[in-house]
């Protein structure tokens, strides 16, 4: 069993910035991948940054260079610090973490998601 809890969400003007924590708990291996998505209304949910256990990272376009994804493996915690907001930036944000977990003699890896985190950018 493994809980992904989000924090750091507000209303910030445009320009601002935000960090967004991520915290996951429970019977946990190992963590592989941990990465941030964020869906607005009438939207699909979209990648916005990805950071593997060894630290590569990636981002969306619409976020490089205002983006930074980071993590801290004694913690169990991913981070996204968000500066230069846009309006179109608001959106629900969702942590998501590869978890592995034993399986016979083997470590299996499943998808496990937080309850989101409300991003608003508006003046």
């Known amino acids: 069993q493994v809980q992904l809890v989000e924090s750091g969400g507000g209303l910030v003007q445009p320009g601002g910035s935000l960090r967004l924590s991520c915290a996951a708990s429970?019977?946990?291996?190992?963590?592989?991948?941990m990465g941030w998505y964020r869906q607005a209304p009438g939207k699909q949910r979209e990648l916005v940054a990805a950071?593997?256990?060894?630290?590569?990272?990636n981002y969306a376009v619409s976020v490089k260079g205002r983006f930074t994804i980071s993590r801290d493996n004694a913690k169990n915690t991913v981070y996204l610090q968000m500066d230069s907001l846009k309006p179109e930036d608001t959106a629900v944000y969702l942590c998501?973490?590869?978890?592995?977990?034993?399986?016979?003699?083997?470590?299996?890896?499943?998808?496990?998601w937080g309850q989101g985190t409300q991003v608003t950018v508006s003046s």
């Open positions: 429970g019977s946990i291996i190992s963590i592989n991948a």
């Open positions: 950071i593997t256990s060894g630290g590569s990272t």
């Open positions: 998501n973490a590869n978890v592995g977990r034993w399986h016979m003699s083997t470590i299996a890896y499943d998808d496990y």
